[in-house]
């Protein structure tokens, strides 16, 4: 899987700056160790420009959760209000994703 149609960000999550990768999603990030969290440093590119972003994954109660998209550097006040909003990530290469709004 190199792409995903992310289309449950909430209003939570767009005051986190942050979108929540579901499980049939979280093949196309690092992978979870249950019971072990672990943050990655990933590049997301949005419009040409590139983001410095973290994904977390991994749960201290040993179960499986979404993943975490938290949006640095900007990218959160760029990509604006998507409550609701469809968009489509592509892998492009280890720990680089591209977004682009679904049509």
């Known amino acids: 899987m190199?792409?995903?149609t992310i289309t449950?960000?909430?209003r939570k999550d767009y005051a986190r700056k942050q979108i929540r990768i579901l499980a049939h999603q979280k093949e196309m990030f690092p992978t979870e160790q249950t019971g072990f969290p672990k943050t990655y440093d990933i590049t997301i590119v949005w419009h040409d420009t590139p983001y410095n972003c973290t994904y977390t994954i991994g749960s201290k109660d040993?179960?499986?959760r979404?993943?975490?998209l938290r949006l640095?550097?900007?990218l959160?006040?760029?990509l604006g209000n998507k409550v609701r909003k469809a968009l489509i990530c592509h892998r492009t290469a280890k720990n680089q994703?591209?977004?682009i709004?679904?049509?």
């Open 76 to 78: 959160a006040e760029t």
């Open 101 to 103: 709004p679904a049509i």
């Open 2 to 4: 190199n792409k995903i």
């Open 62 to 64: 040993g179960k499986s």
């Open 72 to 74: 640095k550097g900007g």
């Open 97 to 99: 994703y591209h977004l």
């Open 66 to 68: 979404s993943g975490v």
């Open 8 to 10: 449950n960000i909430t």
